[in-house]
């Protein structure tokens, strides 16, 4: 486990943008989305 953010992410993995907007499409209502998940994803 780690304590990075969506900041963090995003300054690491150059698609990382990319995979926010995939998964937003994917459940664009937020069911899926856990308070660990939302930390991380924004």
């Not at 992410?9 to 150059?14: C, T, W």
């Amino acid at each position: 486990m780690h304590w990075l953010g969506r900041r963090e992410l995003a300054a690491l993995l150059p698609r990382f943008e990319d995979f926010r907007a995939v998964r937003a499409a994917a459940d664009p209502d937020g069911l899926l989305m856990s308070p660990c998940l939302r930390h991380l994803l924004g």
